[in-house]
């Protein structure tokens, strides 16, 4: 059923923030189909540790798309060339025998590299800390019946709920903008009316942290929705620029 | 055996000791608790809710986890959903039945009165999580929507998507974020705690109060204290290798605590799910779980000759040709009252049996069949699409197989652990002011837990048990000064984990860990895994003492320890999974009964069935620490059962 193949990885290797990286080429032979790319990566580190080298450094931990922790910018797509799914999620039946497949990190102003692969995203932390969320303290609210919301709602809601914050439309951008995420957040809370109430003060707030982040402004090129791996619509950008336009007029 | 265990059960009649244990406990008035600090170690449900509700009630929390960002912690894989006693379905439910099915599945041997405070503050986890702003899944109506879970004969568990951890994390770590916010909360990401540090009090008794960690990014060994340490670490069904797991959740934190003296409770108690993508070679790194909501439509079978099972394990046979008169559905076959949704040690078991006598499928034997082909005649492809669309999406990436056409093919896989540290009814360990919730303490699921029960006693550990506790202990320290991390405890504590960290670069081996853990989850899997025998386990003992000489001799960690490291996190925990190991070996011995989710081979019923030995084994295996190569001493926490009648689970009819 399934057959191997051989290939040369080109995997991007810095050993800090400051220090100058490089591309490095790791000839792979005989590698099982059904291997996932991140157990790829596995086999190649253990080769490199078995040689008494140090490991390509990356971040992962499900291995089954939802942690947001994997990244790799594989053959020039922000987690590899499958549509609607995470680096952890992609399978070598993918590749060719033969091919040469080009391994970077995230590569964004907003996202410095910490070692090879792996990158800081602690500013999505401080993005959400800036207001994704309702201002509740645990206990004293209503039942939970009491406010009907819409499947529609509801649904929309979730479609918007499942960003992962792994930050493939940051490297997607060529502006470096994190508005998809920004946007997901703010249109899952802004679509509820228990997220309603702080919607435009919680809009301004979190684009404010963006800007100051270093993150750059979204042109609608539309290349993060292309690559959100939760295909996380560019319509919550819509969405979270009205409730941005309401917060200004408020000022 | 002298010492004696306090459980701190409160008096009173089951339905209101909760009640009345926050009518009198002590409280800390807010102007003191801003001089209280609090550690709170894990971002998960547990971890995260725990940190946000201390936060907002006013105490200064350092709240620690691997990841890079809260966020990424391990509850977030978890797909079913989580039960509360609404009854929003009127269908029956209630705080009582939610406690009773929980005591029932976890086959007798959890306390009632923390499973009834766990079913009563259920209810208050929705409110919570809806205020939150968590989608759950809604009728046409505008209500909230439930769907049924297996071990349960009413609606009770709420939903959102196949998501369910996820959404609720992203409540939990929304109000954690507005925690650091408001300067409540100081987060400590890519952190990874090496120790916990005891200080004696003025009666000669430890306390917990800090812990030393690692900088993952620099490597630099750093100090932390508090007032109060509570662990909210996660399971370590990674002891195995292959599990549903995350690939950095582990057991280290509550392996900390017991080599400090806290107990480790019913270790052996680990919960195999059944339905798993099977193995498919030796590069794999984890087992990806297919929801267990799969088993409402699919029926389970594997071939009735063994000819045609070895057919399709050499693959000349096509499973589709194989007619329903020579297909067995085993489950349905010996459980014809719940079918294929038996809880899930059951429905383990069975494959199991299964395959151990040759029926299984896929190359290895190591399979069953699921199979969708009649509920696709009978609701037509549409309607399964659209209930499980996502999950065979899923499936033929990973496998390349279409389980539109064809049978999928599932395996029992390690994905749960009931065990864990020791707690009383206030959440605190064997060790004063050391607290352990979700996953990580052994508390409410006995022998086994039902689905759609974890998401739940975590975020009641976090929200609504712990922070009331914890201030009961907390109320006599106001007039303790913060502490120094001068303190000769710290550096003794400090010094050790440098030293062992020194020992492990300098062991300069052959062996990568991967290769060492592997052989590990292979012992575990073979010896300790689903039905297990004295000799067995005798045989496990002796295999983990070779795998940790093997361990401590030809391990090789190339790099620095004073930098980023991944192959020393690695190293570390899995140092501390080969003693989980070894907790559960030991473990499984002594239990010489079968229950919930440890089958003992010599334990059954001539049908098969687990065989509870009620007389001798009622009680909490506790296990305390020696030092290092000697074996635990056991305690005994004796489970009364004063509301529930104790009976033999049947899923028969
Ligand atoms: C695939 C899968 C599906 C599941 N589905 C369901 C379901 O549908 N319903 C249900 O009820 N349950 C389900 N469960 C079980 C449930 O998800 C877990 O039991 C629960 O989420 C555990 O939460 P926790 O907060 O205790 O730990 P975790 O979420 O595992 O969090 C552990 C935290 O501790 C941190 N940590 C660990 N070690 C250290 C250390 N040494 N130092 C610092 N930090 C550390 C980690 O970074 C993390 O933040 C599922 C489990 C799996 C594997
Ligand atoms: S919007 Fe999509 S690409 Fe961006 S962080 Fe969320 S999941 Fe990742
Ligand atoms: S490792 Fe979790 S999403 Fe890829």
Redesign the pocket.
């Known amino acids: 059923m399934d057959k191997n193949i051989s290939f040369t990885l080109k995997v991007w290797r810095q050993r800090g923030p400051k220090e100058k990286g490089q591309f490095v080429s790791y000839p792979m032979t005989d590698i099982p189909t059904d291997t996932s790319f991140l157990e790829m990566l596995d086999i190649l580190n253990e080769q490199l540790i078995n040689k008494g080298e140090e490991p390509i450094v990356f971040d992962h931990d499900c291995r ?1 798309g939802i942690c947001g922790m994997c990244s790799l910018y594989i053959n020039g797509h922000a987690h590899g060339p499958a549509t609607g799914a995470t680096t952890c999620q992609l399978y070598m039946r993918r590749f060719k025998d033969g091919d040469v497949i080009t391994v970077e990190p995230w590569r964004s102003a907003g996202f410095p590299i910490i070692r090879d692969l792996m990158v800081d995203r602690s500013a999505y932390d401080k993005i959400m800390q800036a207001g994704g969320y309702t201002s509740v303290n645990t206990g004293g609210v209503p039942d939970a019946n009491s406010i009907p919301i819409s499947k529609e709602k509801a649904d929309l809601a979730m479609d918007a709920a499942s960003c992962i914050g792994c930050g493939a439309c940051v490297a997607a951008c060529k502006n470096g903008s994190a508005m998809l995420f920004v946007s997901a957040k703010v249109s899952q809370l802004a679509l509820l009316p228990q997220g309603q109430v702080e919607a435009a003060r919680r809009a301004k707030a979190m684009i404010a942290k963006m800007d100051e982040l270093g993150f750059g402004n979204c042109t609608n090129t539309r290349a993060c929705e292309a690559e959100c791996p939760k295909c996380v619509s560019i319509s919550n950008i819509a969405r979270l620029n009205r409730e941005f336009i309401c917060a200004k007029l408020k000022d | 055996m002298a010492k004696k265990i306090d459980s701190k059960i409160p008096e009173g009649p089951l339905a209101e000791k909760w009640t009345n244990y926050k009518a009198h406990q002590k409280l800390v008035n807010p102007a003191n608790k801003r001089k209280l600090d609090i550690i709170i ?7 995260a809710s725990a940190a946000a509700t201390l936060g907002d009630l006013g105490f200064k929390v350092k709240c ?4 890079d960002s ?1 966020r990424r ?3 977030i ?7 509360a006693a609404k009854n929003y379905q009127n269908d029956g439910d209630s705080v009582y039945r939610l406690f009773y099915d929980t005591i029932k599945g976890g086959d007798y041997r959890s306390r009632e009165a923390n499973v009834y405070r766990l079913a009563e503050v259920s209810n208050n986890i929705i409110d919570q999580c809806v205020a939150q702003g968590v989608p759950f899944a809604r009728e046409y109506g505008g209500t909230l929507a439930n769907r049924s879970f297996g071990g349960a004969q009413v609606s009770r568990t709420f939903y959102a998507r196949g998501q ?2 996820q959404q609720l ?1 992203l409540g939990a770590y929304s109000a954690l974020s507005r925690q650091v916010k408001l300067g409540n909360v100081e987060l400590f990401t890519r ?4 120790d916990v540090v005891l200080i004696k009090d003025e009666n000669g008794e430890n306390r917990a109060r800090g812990i030393i ?1 690692r900088d993952l990014v620099t490597g630099e060994i750093k100090r932390c204290s508090a007032h109060a340490v509570v662990i ?4 370590y069904g990674n002891a195995y290798f292959l599990s ?2 995350a690939m ?3 057991g ?2 509550a392996i900390q605590c017991y080599r400090k003296g806290a107990w480790f409770a019913n270790p052996a108690f680990a919960q195999i799910h059944p339905t798993c993508i099977p193995v498919h070679g030796d590069k794999q790194s984890k087992l990806t ?1 297919m929801s267990e909501s799969l088993r409402n439509d699919g029926r389970i079978w594997v071939p009735k000759k063994l000819e045609d099972a070895k057919a399709l394990q050499a693959g000349t046979l096509n499973p589709n040709d194989i007619p329903d008169e020579d297909r067995d559905f085993y489950l349905e076959r010996r459980y014809p009252a719940f079918g294929n949704l038996v809880p899930r040690d059951v429905a383990s078991r069975a494959a199991k049996e299964r395959c151990d006598k040759g029926f299984g499928v896929n190359n290895t034997g190591l399979a069953v069949f699921l199979d969708f082909k009649y509920a696709i005649q009978r609701l037509g492809k549409d309607v399964v699409a659209d209930k499980y669309g996502n999950l065979f999406d899923m499936y033929q990436e990973i496998t390349d197989v279409n389980p539109y056409e064809n049978p999928m093919m599932i395996f029992p896989a390690i ?2 652990t009931m065990g864990g540290i020791w707690v009383d009814y206030e959440l605190q360990t064997s060790i004063k002011g050391l607290f352990a ?4 303490n052994f508390s409410d699921h006995g022998a086994n837990r039902l ?6 006693q ?1 975020l009641a550990d976090g929200y609504f048990v712990l922070p009331y506790t914890i201030q009961n202990y907390l109320s006599d320290q106001i007039q303790v000064p913060r502490f120094s991390t001068d303190l000769p405890e710290f550096k003794a504590a400090e010094d050790g984990v440098k030293e062992q960290i020194e020992k492990i670069m300098n062991i300069k081996g052959k062996r990568s860990v991967d290769s060492i853990h592997k052989e590990l989850g292979h012992i575990m899997w073979e010896y300790v895994g689903m039905g297990r025998t004295k000799e067995s386990l005798e045989t496990a003992l002796k295999k983990l003492e070779e795998v940790e000489k093997t361990f401590w001799s030809d391990l090789r960690v190339p790099g620095q320890a004073d930098t980023l490291n991944v192959e020393l996190e690695k190293a570390l925990r899995l140092r501390d999974f080969i003693e989980v190991g070894k907790l559960m070996a030991y473990d499984g011995l002594n239990r010489e009964e079968s229950c919930g989710g440890h089958f003992r081979e010599e334990y059954q019923t001539p049908e098969g069935e687990a065989l509870r030995q009620d007389d001798k084994f009622s009680y909490v295996a506790c296990w305390e620490y020696q030092g290092a190569g000697k074996a635990p001493e056991l305690l005994k926490e004796p489970l009364n059962y004063e509301y529930i009648k104790v009976q033999t689970r049947n899923y028969k009819n």
Not at chain 2, 41 to 47: D, E, I, Q, R, T
Not at chain 2, 191 to 194: D, F, G, P, R, S
Not at chain 2, 437 to 440: L, N, Q, R, S, T
């Open positions: 089954e | 170690v894990g971002s998960g449900l547990a971890g620690f986890c691997i990841q809260p912690a391990h509850s894989a978890a797909q079913g959903g989580i039960n369910t951890g994390l952190c990874e705690m090496l960690y909210g670490t996660g399971g549903t797991n950095g959740s582990n280290s934190a779980l994905h749960y919730i979700g996953e990580c689905g759609a029960s974890a998401l739940m975590g």
